[in-house]
């Protein structure tokens, strides 16, 4: 069966057609090549881009201004020392390289705060415990003072209607 769908004309020629895709349209007798890398024009347009930008610098990095929060980040990462320090342009990369690190640095305060909030509790939860200040206790003293405070309400109506 399989023979059979490999020498059908329709695969053959659907094949033939996807195969154009693979041509290299800089070269002149369109040689099939398996990929887009191993074309000259690519090489070609990197040589032009390179005399092109400004010499010194990478031609293919992804600079950006920092903005004012960027350079807290750079600062709180421990990237620079002063905002003196940081250049006009920098590259993303490093700013996510900040972004991450200050973002584990605020996990690991959250932890340590969360553990100390938990040990507080425990602790005071500890000595409520000991001087027998439970929340049953505080609610039955609440409520007999709230009746008791009803029962005043009503003697001093029932003297004013008298």
Do not use: H
Request: charged share 30%.
């Amino acid at each position: 069966m399989l023979g059979r769908l490999l020498k059908s004309k329709p695969l053959v020629t659907s094949i033939l057609r996807t195969t154009d895709f693979w041509r290299c349209p800089c070269t002149k007798d369109a040689q099939i090549l398996t990929r887009r890398t191993l074309c000259s024009k690519a090489e070609a347009t990197k040589k032009v881009i390179s005399q092109t930008a400004i010499p010194g610098r990478s031609t293919f990095r992804n600079d950006r201004r920092p903005t004012k929060f960027d350079k807290k980040i750079l600062l709180w990462a421990g990237r620079f020392k002063k905002e003196e320090d940081i250049p006009a342009l920098i590259s993303s990369e490093v700013i996510k390289a900040a972004t991450s690190r200050v973002r584990i640095k605020i996990c690991y305060i959250t932890m340590a705060l969360t553990l100390l909030g938990c040990l507080v509790m425990i602790i005071s939860g500890k000595q409520a415990a000991r001087r027998d200040d439970t929340l049953l206790r505080m609610n039955t003293e609440k409520k007999a003072m709230w009746r008791a405070e009803a029962e005043t309400e009503l003697e001093a109506a029932a003297m004013k209607a008298q």
